[in-house]
């Protein structure tokens, strides 16, 4: 018989700088769930990707065990990640901080596909665009 569900949580932490500190310890805690171990087997699975947002669905089950499955990291963060900037522009309409090529946006469109709600690389790429322009970034040919 399979396990009972108690709580599907999703978390975004740094990969492989997991704490007890909140986000993390805030969102867990409550679920008597053994911090030590996700947080230990959490930074084990995002060591190689040091340095990005890692976003994680973690699976609390009545027994107190768990599991968890890690996405990859934000559209947002890769396209922050590919331009070098620290943020998105405040005013997006006015303001553009940068140019993103076709081709740029096709990586980070195939990077994201598994977790994005798209059947095609076309319609993956279309979702990539609108976060870079929601962002103040520019599409060229």
Known sequence: ????????IKVQIQAGKATAAPPVGTA?????INMGQFIKEYNERTAPLTGTVVPAVVTVYEDRSYTFVTKSPPAADLIRKELGLEKGSAAPNKNKI???SKAKVKSIAETKMNDLNAT?????MRMV??????MGVEITA
């Open 1 to 8: 018989m399979a396990k009972k569900i108690k709580a599907v």
């Open 28 to 32: 867990l805690g409550p679920q008597g």
């Open 98 to 100: 940068g140019k993103l």
């Open 120 to 124: 095609s690389l076309e319609s993956a």
């Open 129 to 134: 665009e609108g976060t870079a322009r929601s």
